[in-house]
Protein backbone atom coordinates (compact mmCIF):
# COMPACT_ATOMS: atom_id res chain seq x y z
CA UNK A 1 0.00 0.00 0.00
CA UNK A 2 0.81 3.75 -0.41
CA UNK A 3 3.47 5.15 2.32
CA UNK A 4 3.12 8.22 4.07
CA UNK A 5 7.01 8.92 6.17
CA UNK A 6 7.00 11.27 8.67
CA UNK A 7 10.18 12.72 9.88
CA UNK A 8 11.36 13.19 12.93
CA UNK A 9 9.56 10.77 14.96
CA UNK A 10 10.27 12.34 18.57
CA UNK A 11 11.72 15.71 18.96
CA UNK A 12 12.60 18.09 21.91
CA UNK A 13 13.43 21.64 21.53
CA UNK A 14 13.94 24.90 23.80
CA UNK A 15 10.82 26.93 24.41
CA UNK A 16 11.23 29.92 21.82
CA UNK A 17 13.33 27.70 19.05
CA UNK A 18 11.60 26.40 15.73
CA UNK A 19 10.72 22.84 14.84
CA UNK A 20 10.14 21.82 11.25
CA UNK A 21 8.25 18.39 10.80
CA UNK A 22 8.66 16.38 7.25
CA UNK A 23 5.60 14.38 5.48
CA UNK A 24 6.55 12.87 2.67
CA UNK A 25 4.56 10.19 0.25
CA UNK A 26 6.59 7.84 -0.59
CA UNK A 27 5.35 5.88 -3.60
CA UNK A 28 2.60 8.45 -4.83
CA UNK A 29 1.76 11.92 -5.51
CA UNK A 30 -0.14 13.72 -3.28
CA UNK A 31 -2.03 17.07 -4.22
CA UNK A 32 -3.23 17.15 -1.05
CA UNK A 33 -2.22 16.29 2.67
CA UNK A 34 -3.36 17.04 6.20
CA UNK A 35 -2.03 17.74 9.31
CA UNK A 36 -3.45 16.59 12.29
CA UNK A 37 -2.48 17.54 15.93
CA UNK A 38 -3.79 14.95 19.06
CA UNK A 39 -3.91 16.13 22.75
CA UNK A 40 -3.80 13.26 25.26
CA UNK A 41 -7.21 11.51 25.45
CA UNK A 42 -8.63 13.42 22.96
CA UNK A 43 -9.58 13.57 19.25
CA UNK A 44 -7.32 14.13 16.62
CA UNK A 45 -7.80 17.51 15.72
CA UNK A 46 -7.81 18.44 11.82
CA UNK A 47 -5.23 21.50 11.92
CA UNK A 48 -4.78 22.40 8.14
CA UNK A 49 -5.29 21.19 5.04
CA UNK A 50 -2.51 21.78 2.66
CA UNK A 51 -2.79 22.32 -1.22
CA UNK A 52 0.37 21.76 -3.16
CA UNK A 53 1.77 24.77 -4.49
CA UNK A 54 -0.75 27.27 -2.61
CA UNK A 55 -1.81 28.06 0.87
CA UNK A 56 -2.90 26.08 3.34
CA UNK A 57 -6.44 26.32 4.47
CA UNK A 58 -6.37 26.41 8.86
CA UNK A 59 -9.04 24.75 10.58
CA UNK A 60 -10.91 27.76 12.77
CA UNK A 61 -8.50 28.36 15.59
CA UNK A 62 -5.17 27.29 14.49
CA UNK A 63 -3.04 29.89 14.35
CA UNK A 64 -1.15 30.27 11.11
CA UNK A 65 1.39 32.26 11.85
CA UNK A 66 2.62 29.67 14.65
CA UNK A 67 2.20 26.76 12.62
CA UNK A 68 3.31 27.04 8.84
CA UNK A 69 2.85 25.11 6.77
CA UNK A 70 4.16 24.63 3.00
CA UNK A 71 3.59 22.37 0.11
CA UNK A 72 5.75 22.53 -2.02
CA UNK A 73 5.99 19.70 -3.94
CA UNK A 74 3.23 16.65 -4.54
CA UNK A 75 5.58 14.67 -2.28
CA UNK A 76 6.03 17.10 0.72
CA UNK A 77 4.77 19.00 2.91
CA UNK A 78 6.08 20.67 5.77
CA UNK A 79 5.12 22.19 9.34
CA UNK A 80 6.68 24.46 11.38
CA UNK A 81 5.96 25.39 14.31
CA UNK A 82 7.46 28.74 15.13
CA UNK A 83 8.60 30.04 18.65
CA UNK A 84 7.17 26.93 20.58
CA UNK A 85 5.85 26.82 24.19
CA UNK A 86 5.74 23.70 26.56
CA UNK A 87 1.62 23.60 24.94
CA UNK A 88 2.76 23.10 22.20
CA UNK A 89 3.88 19.78 23.02
CA UNK A 90 1.72 17.13 21.15
CA UNK A 91 1.46 14.56 18.85
CA UNK A 92 1.43 15.97 15.29
CA UNK A 93 0.15 13.60 12.72
CA UNK A 94 0.02 13.96 8.48
CA UNK A 95 -1.85 11.74 6.07
CA UNK A 96 -2.43 12.18 2.44
CA UNK A 97 -4.95 11.15 0.02
CA UNK A 98 -4.21 8.97 -2.74
CA UNK A 99 -5.39 10.62 -6.08
CA UNK A 100 -8.21 8.39 -7.70
CA UNK A 101 -11.31 8.29 -5.07
CA UNK A 102 -10.21 5.43 -2.83
CA UNK A 103 -11.53 7.46 -0.24
CA UNK A 104 -8.45 6.41 1.85
CA UNK A 105 -6.25 8.33 3.60
CA UNK A 106 -2.44 7.38 4.35
CA UNK A 107 -1.17 8.66 7.91
CA UNK A 108 2.43 9.29 9.26
CA UNK A 109 4.02 7.70 12.07
CA UNK A 110 3.49 10.68 13.55
CA UNK A 111 5.63 13.06 15.67
CA UNK A 112 6.14 13.76 19.61
CA UNK A 113 7.02 17.15 19.95
CA UNK A 114 7.98 18.22 23.58
CA UNK A 115 8.29 21.59 24.19
CA UNK A 116 10.66 22.21 27.38
CA UNK B 1 -20.87 19.71 9.23
CA UNK B 2 -19.93 16.81 10.37
CA UNK B 3 -18.84 15.03 13.83
CA UNK B 4 -18.37 11.40 15.65
CA UNK B 5 -19.15 10.52 18.91
CA UNK B 6 -17.62 7.49 20.30
CA UNK B 7 -19.04 5.95 23.72
CA UNK B 8 -16.52 4.63 26.45
CA UNK B 9 -13.09 6.03 26.02
CA UNK B 10 -11.80 2.76 27.58
CA UNK B 11 -13.28 -0.80 27.41
CA UNK B 12 -11.63 -3.83 28.57
CA UNK B 13 -12.61 -7.26 27.29
CA UNK B 14 -11.29 -11.03 28.15
CA UNK B 15 -9.35 -12.62 25.59
CA UNK B 16 -11.52 -14.48 23.53
CA UNK B 17 -14.49 -12.25 24.74
CA UNK B 18 -16.55 -10.08 22.18
CA UNK B 19 -15.19 -6.71 21.32
CA UNK B 20 -18.12 -3.99 20.64
CA UNK B 21 -16.98 -0.20 20.13
CA UNK B 22 -19.48 2.09 19.70
CA UNK B 23 -19.50 4.61 17.11
CA UNK B 24 -22.01 7.59 16.04
CA UNK B 25 -22.39 10.09 13.98
CA UNK B 26 -23.73 13.57 12.52
CA UNK B 27 -23.42 14.06 8.83
CA UNK B 28 -25.52 16.62 6.25
CA UNK B 29 -24.85 14.52 3.95
CA UNK B 30 -24.58 11.05 3.01
CA UNK B 31 -21.21 9.99 5.14
CA UNK B 32 -17.96 7.83 4.28
CA UNK B 33 -17.00 6.33 7.80
CA UNK B 34 -13.88 4.54 8.76
CA UNK B 35 -12.34 2.87 11.41
CA UNK B 36 -8.38 3.55 12.29
CA UNK B 37 -6.55 1.81 14.85
CA UNK B 38 -3.09 3.00 16.62
CA UNK B 39 -0.98 1.10 17.94
CA UNK B 40 1.55 2.60 20.96
CA UNK B 41 4.15 4.92 19.64
CA UNK B 42 3.00 4.14 15.26
CA UNK B 43 0.49 5.95 13.23
CA UNK B 44 -3.36 5.14 12.45
CA UNK B 45 -3.94 2.09 9.92
CA UNK B 46 -6.87 2.09 8.11
CA UNK B 47 -8.89 -1.13 9.76
CA UNK B 48 -12.07 -0.67 7.28
CA UNK B 49 -14.15 1.65 5.13
CA UNK B 50 -17.84 2.45 4.56
CA UNK B 51 -18.22 4.53 1.69
CA UNK B 52 -21.99 3.48 0.29
CA UNK B 53 -21.64 0.19 -0.90
CA UNK B 54 -22.15 -2.58 1.59
CA UNK B 55 -23.54 -2.39 4.89
CA UNK B 56 -21.91 -4.54 7.02
CA UNK B 57 -18.00 -4.04 5.94
CA UNK B 58 -15.28 -6.55 7.01
CA UNK B 59 -11.72 -5.33 7.99
CA UNK B 60 -8.14 -6.76 8.79
CA UNK B 61 -7.84 -8.49 11.88
CA UNK B 62 -11.06 -9.84 11.86
CA UNK B 63 -13.06 -6.66 12.37
CA UNK B 64 -16.22 -5.67 11.10
CA UNK B 65 -18.66 -2.77 11.20
CA UNK B 66 -22.00 -2.12 10.23
CA UNK B 67 -23.91 0.84 9.01
CA UNK B 68 -27.14 1.66 10.44
CA UNK B 69 -28.79 5.04 8.74
CA UNK B 70 -31.72 5.01 11.23
CA UNK B 71 -29.28 5.13 14.21
CA UNK B 72 -26.84 6.99 12.81
CA UNK B 73 -24.13 4.58 14.15
CA UNK B 74 -20.89 2.65 12.51
CA UNK B 75 -19.94 0.13 15.76
CA UNK B 76 -17.01 -1.78 15.30
CA UNK B 77 -16.72 -5.35 16.58
CA UNK B 78 -14.71 -8.75 16.49
CA UNK B 79 -16.21 -11.90 17.85
CA UNK B 80 -12.64 -12.87 19.89
CA UNK B 81 -10.60 -10.78 20.84
CA UNK B 82 -7.00 -11.30 21.01
CA UNK B 83 -4.30 -9.56 23.11
CA UNK B 84 -2.65 -7.95 20.32
CA UNK B 85 -6.24 -5.73 19.65
CA UNK B 86 -4.95 -3.85 22.35
CA UNK B 87 -4.72 -0.54 21.00
CA UNK B 88 -6.80 2.72 20.17
CA UNK B 89 -9.12 3.03 18.27
CA UNK B 90 -10.78 5.69 15.93
CA UNK B 91 -13.98 6.56 14.16
CA UNK B 92 -13.86 9.28 11.40
CA UNK B 93 -16.03 10.47 9.18
CA UNK B 94 -15.95 12.38 6.42
CA UNK B 95 -17.92 13.97 3.49
CA UNK B 96 -18.28 11.94 -0.30
CA UNK B 97 -14.91 13.91 -1.26
CA UNK B 98 -13.68 12.03 1.29
CA UNK B 99 -11.03 14.18 1.46
CA UNK B 100 -11.19 15.79 5.04
CA UNK B 101 -11.49 13.72 8.12
CA UNK B 102 -12.98 14.00 11.84
CA UNK B 103 -11.94 11.86 14.20
CA UNK B 104 -13.63 10.70 17.28
CA UNK B 105 -12.08 11.17 20.91
CA UNK B 106 -10.51 7.58 20.24
CA UNK B 107 -11.22 4.21 22.57
CA UNK B 108 -8.63 2.64 24.46
CA UNK B 109 -9.12 -1.00 24.21
CA UNK B 110 -7.82 -2.97 26.86
CA UNK B 111 -7.55 -7.43 26.25
CA UNK B 112 -7.12 -9.18 29.48
CA UNK B 113 -5.47 -12.61 29.66
Known amino acids: GAVVSQHPSRVICKSGTSVKIECRSL??????MFWYRQFPKQSLMLMATSNEGSKATYEQGVEKDKFLINHASLTLSTLTVTSAHPEDSSFYIC????????????FGQGTRLTVV | AQSVTQLGSHVSVSEGALVLLRCNYSSSVPPYLFWYVQYPNQGLQLLLKYTSAATLVKGINGFEAEFKKSETSFHLTKPSAHMSDAAEYFCAVSDNTGNQFYFGTGTSLTVIP
Open chain 1, 27 to 32: DFQATT
Open chain 1, 95 to 106: SAILAGGTWQAF
